[in-house]
Each structure stands twice: as C-alpha cells, then as structure tokens.
C-alpha cells in the first residue's frame, strides 16, 4: 500500500506528466498482482497446515474490532 500511495503521489506531483501516470499504472499492476498472489499463497499454507476457515474469520472480524477499539494497535492485537 505504501509503495502505491507514493506511486500516485509521484505521479500527481513528481512533474513527470502522462510518463508519470503510465509508470504510476504499471507500478498499481505489480503491487495489485504481490498482494493477491500473498493471499493466494497464505490461504494454501493455512489448508496445508490444517487451520479450519474458522479460525481465519474470527482473526479478521477481531482485527476488525480491535482496529476501532485500539486505533494504533488494534489491527495487529487483534
């Protein structure tokens, strides 16, 4: 995400013009393709070790939770 942010802000105030947007647009492509294929890959290794998609949820849903309740360390807390 952070790689994304400043590749949009590159291309809004980096002065590099259309050449900007078209790296700032190749750049999205990579950073779109590492997130998925890191949740792909993830939920392979969690099957493979046995943890029930149960487990998964309740960990987002407190993370979720915890996001509100703690704002800086929530996510992770939770």
Do not use: Y
């Amino acid at each position: 995400l952070l790689i994304g942010a400043s590749l949009l802000a590159w291309a809004i105030w980096g002065g590099a013009g259309p050449l900007g947007w078209i790296v700032f647009a190749v750049g999205m492509v990579f950073v779109v393709a590492g997130m998925a294929s890191s949740a792909v890959l993830t939920g392979r290794r969690l099957k493979q070790h046995g943890v029930p998609n149960r487990s998964v949820l309740i960990g987002v849903a407190l993370a979720v939770v915890g996001m509100f309740v703690i704002p800086v360390l929530g996510l992770f807390t939770g």
